[in-house]
């Protein structure tokens, strides 16, 4: 408003209509005067730095003063007296560059689905794909599938692939060593594994 009247010269009736602005709102002056509630805060704010504003209109409370916790909000704001809040600090995962793969059985990716039949059967599903044609090579549907029988599907083409992704996770995990012969096979073939957090 001050730099319409100042660059136009009009008179302040002609710039608050043009503005749609009612003239009393143009002329009001703050009268309020916070200075007792600013140094209270303050003196709380020392002696509790943890402290929010809500906490710290509770402690007003309990001292028999009367203040609308906007009014402390709006105060404690301006007073700078905000609690940084600590945030987690997340692990930071240092990504990987996938291979850049130029010609297909590069890379075979294996995975289990499971699903839920309406009678409450669960089944699981074993796919095969190659990672450079997204070709399926092997999909294989059961309710359950042993080690052995996964280390069959893949017998017949482990030897032509140079590297198999396999999820990270309990599937392709086992306490006892030997005891999952299709990581055994991969070993003996020397195909390099590479696993790969699910999702």
Same mark, same amino acid.
């Given at each position: ?73 709006? /105060?404690? =704001?301006? !007073?700078?007296?905000?609690?940084? @809040?600590?945030?987690?600090? %997340? *692990?930071? $995962? ?55 029988? /996964?280390? =069959?599907? !893949?017998?017949?083409?482990?030897? @032509?692939?140079?590297?198999? %992704? *396999?999820? $990270? ?31």
């Amino acid at each position: 408003m001050r730099r319409l009247l100042g660059e136009f010269k009009a008179s302040e009736r002609h710039v608050c209509e043009l503005v749609e602005v009612p003239r009393s709102s143009c002329r009001y002056q703050n009268r309020r005067n916070d200075g007792w509630l600013r140094e209270h805060l303050l003196e709380l704010a020392r002696e509790h730095p943890r402290f929010g504003y809500r906490r710290l209109h509770v402690l007003l409370g309990r001292e028999q003063i009367t203040v609308n916790h906007k009014k402390v909000q709006w /105060v404690y =704001r301006e !007073l700078g007296l905000m609690v940084k @809040r600590n945030r987690r600090k %997340r *692990l930071a $995962r240092a990504l990987r560059p996938r291979p850049v793969l130029t010609a297909p059985n590069q890379e075979w990716s294996i995975d289990f689905a499971s699903d839920v039949t309406a009678s409450g059967r669960r089944l699981r599903v074993l796919s095969v794909l190659d990672s450079f044609t997204k070709q399926s090579l092997a999909l294989e549907v059961d309710t359950s599938f042993p080690s052995r029988r /996964v280390t =069959r599907v !893949l017998d017949k083409a482990i030897g @032509r692939v140079a590297l198999m %992704r *396999l999820i $990270r996770g309990p599937i392709f995990c086992c306490r006892k060593r030997n005891s999952f012969p299709l990581l055994c096979e991969l070993v003996r073939r020397s195909v390099c594994q590479r696993r790969v957090r699910p999702g």
